[in-house]
């Protein structure tokens, strides 16, 4: 069976992928990771009044002149409404406080001398400036915030800032996880020859609650067939999404594969990559199943590029793909018949951005992914050498 290349199996998953969980309405404060449900439309214009941008004096441009003195006819401080400005006057005013009739322009309060009631401008700028006119943030009848769009702080104080105080937001999915191995135990177990801690459940687990997902997890299934079937069978009825590790290579010890495909269906199975090349996509009784390969970097790199937009787009998510960026190689690098993504890093250097990579890239080296804040691609065949361009995505 050839593999899928990359693109190919993110696109086929991505149209696989539909939205499951219904809508809640929520407080703003709960509803900061979460998918909005709706489309929000401001009914009021941000700022909903002409504002100072400074600290200083108001006045009108027409009437005052650079280098003369005039009385400050009244004291504007923010949140106060003051009386309309004075023919010949200005008026003291701080930021966030509303421009008074008739005054349109701010001169800031280091460009005028101030003492005893007079004010002489000693520098004037262009009329309107310092003024933040009303609704130049949001205008009334816009779009604040998207269906489909996740509510980051900034969206949420978006939300605040037009009165909102709640907002209908997508439930959150439900994913159940598994690890699969007779090798693996947990953590507080005395580890005895021949067995692994199940650091994988703890990856998938971070790695799903920081997506702001649920998730049940249901434990260590034995290398066994009928085993991995009731697992499965069990995960499918919980949640709305099964994620497995482990169990999906040709091995004779890997099960999950023959299961899946007993219960459901399989929709995607091996990509041409590395690590991750035995990730499968399945359905069981209508919940998709994504079965992650068993070694730690493999988990993470095809959790990273398979699970992570397949939740994002069930969850209702708009945008689900991460950003590719561009870096300069600091290695020379062969890739192979697959596409090959590295644990590297990112950093500054001379006006560039500069990749690294970590020494050992093998699989099962967990380290590397502690280490790395990128994933650094090279295409099937490709060859780097230092100073080349490499693509890659940031891990955070
Ligand atoms: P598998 O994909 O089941 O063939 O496992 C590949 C490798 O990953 C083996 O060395 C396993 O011991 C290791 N592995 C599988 N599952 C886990 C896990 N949950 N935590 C840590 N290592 C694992
Ligand atoms: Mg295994």
């Given at each position: 069976m050839d593999l899928l290349p990359v693109e190919d199996a993110v696109k086929a998953l991505l149209e696989l992928a539909r939205p499951v969980t219904g809508d809640e309405r929520t407080s703003l404060d709960q509803s900061f990771g979460r998918t909005s449900a709706e489309d929000v439309f401001a009914q009021?214009?941000?700022?909903s009044f002409d504002n100072s941008a400074m600290d200083g004096f108001a006045g009108c441009h027409e009437d005052v002149s650079e280098g003369m003195s005039y009385s400050v006819s009244d004291r504007i401080p923010a949140g106060r409404i003051g009386q309309p400005l004075r023919k010949n006057s200005l008026a003291r005013i701080f930021t966030g406080a509303a421009i008074p009739e008739s005054a349109d322009t701010v001169i800031v309060q280091e460009d005028v001398e101030f003492s005893s009631g007079t004010a002489r401008i000693k520098k004037l700028p262009k009329k309107y400036s310092n003024v933040r006119r009303r609704g130049h943030d949001i205008t009334s009848g816009s779009k604040v915030v998207s269906k489909g769009e996740f509510l980051s702080s900034a969206a949420v104080a978006l939300l605040a800032s037009i009165g909102e105080t709640s907002v209908k937001v997508k439930t959150p999915l439900t994913v159940a996880i598994f690890s699969t191995g007779d090798e693996l135990v947990l953590p507080g177990e005395a580890l005895k020859s021949a067995q692994s801690y199940n650091s994988n459940r703890f990856l998938i687990y971070g790695l799903l609650r920081s997506m702001g997902l649920n998730v049940i997890d249901l434990g260590i299934v034995p290398d066994d067939y009928s085993q991995t079937l009731a697992m499965l069978l069990q995960a499918g009825e919980v949640a709305d999404v099964v994620i497995s590790s482990g169990g999906?290579?040709?091995?004779?010890?890997?099960?999950v594969k023959a299961a899946v495909r007993a219960l459901g269906s399989i929709n995607i199975w091996k990509?041409?990559?590395?690590?991750?090349?035995p990730f499968l996509l399945g359905e069981i009784n209508g919940k998709p199943l994504l079965g992650l390969p068993g070694n730690p970097v493999s988990t993470f790199v095809s959790f990273f590029v398979f699970a992570k937009p397949f939740l994002k787009a069930t969850q209702g998510l708009k945008e689900v793909a991460s950003n590719e960026l561009y870096g300069v190689s600091s290695f020379d690098f062969q890739a192979g018949s697959r596409r090959e993504y590295l644990r590297g890093r990112h950093r500054a250097e001379k006006g560039e951005t500069l990749i690294e990579k970590y020494a050992h890239q093998g699989s099962s080296v967990l380290s590397s992914l502690k280490w790395a804040n990128c994933l650094a691609i090279v295409d099937a065949a490709q060859q780097i050498k230092i100073g080349d361009p490499i693509k890659f995505i940031e891990l955070n």
């Amino acid at each position: 069976m050839d593999l899928l290349p990359v693109e190919d199996a993110v696109k086929a998953l991505l149209e696989l992928a539909r939205p499951v969980t219904g809508d809640e309405r929520t407080s703003l404060d709960q509803s900061f990771g979460r998918t909005s449900a709706e489309d929000v439309f401001a009914q009021i214009d941000v700022p909903s009044f002409d504002n100072s941008a400074m600290d200083g004096f108001a006045g009108c441009h027409e009437d005052v002149s650079e280098g003369m003195s005039y009385s400050v006819s009244d004291r504007i401080p923010a949140g106060r409404i003051g009386q309309p400005l004075r023919k010949n006057s200005l008026a003291r005013i701080f930021t966030g406080a509303a421009i008074p009739e008739s005054a349109d322009t701010v001169i800031v309060q280091e460009d005028v001398e101030f003492s005893s009631g007079t004010a002489r401008i000693k520098k004037l700028p262009k009329k309107y400036s310092n003024v933040r006119r009303r609704g130049h943030d949001i205008t009334s009848g816009s779009k604040v915030v998207s269906k489909g769009e996740f509510l980051s702080s900034a969206a949420v104080a978006l939300l605040a800032s037009i009165g909102e105080t709640s907002v209908k937001v997508k439930t959150p999915l439900t994913v159940a996880i598994f690890s699969t191995g007779d090798e693996l135990v947990l953590p507080g177990e005395a580890l005895k020859s021949a067995q692994s801690y199940n650091s994988n459940r703890f990856l998938i687990y971070g790695l799903l609650r920081s997506m702001g997902l649920n998730v049940i997890d249901l434990g260590i299934v034995p290398d066994d067939y009928s085993q991995t079937l009731a697992m499965l069978l069990q995960a499918g009825e919980v949640a709305d999404v099964v994620i497995s590790s482990g169990g999906v290579s040709v091995g004779e010890e890997d099960h999950v594969k023959a299961a899946v495909r007993a219960l459901g269906s399989i929709n995607i199975w091996k990509v041409a990559m590395k690590p991750g090349k035995p990730f499968l996509l399945g359905e069981i009784n209508g919940k998709p199943l994504l079965g992650l390969p068993g070694n730690p970097v493999s988990t993470f790199v095809s959790f990273f590029v398979f699970a992570k937009p397949f939740l994002k787009a069930t969850q209702g998510l708009k945008e689900v793909a991460s950003n590719e960026l561009y870096g300069v190689s600091s290695f020379d690098f062969q890739a192979g018949s697959r596409r090959e993504y590295l644990r590297g890093r990112h950093r500054a250097e001379k006006g560039e951005t500069l990749i690294e990579k970590y020494a050992h890239q093998g699989s099962s080296v967990l380290s590397s992914l502690k280490w790395a804040n990128c994933l650094a691609i090279v295409d099937a065949a490709q060859q780097i050498k230092i100073g080349d361009p490499i693509k890659f995505i940031e891990l955070n």
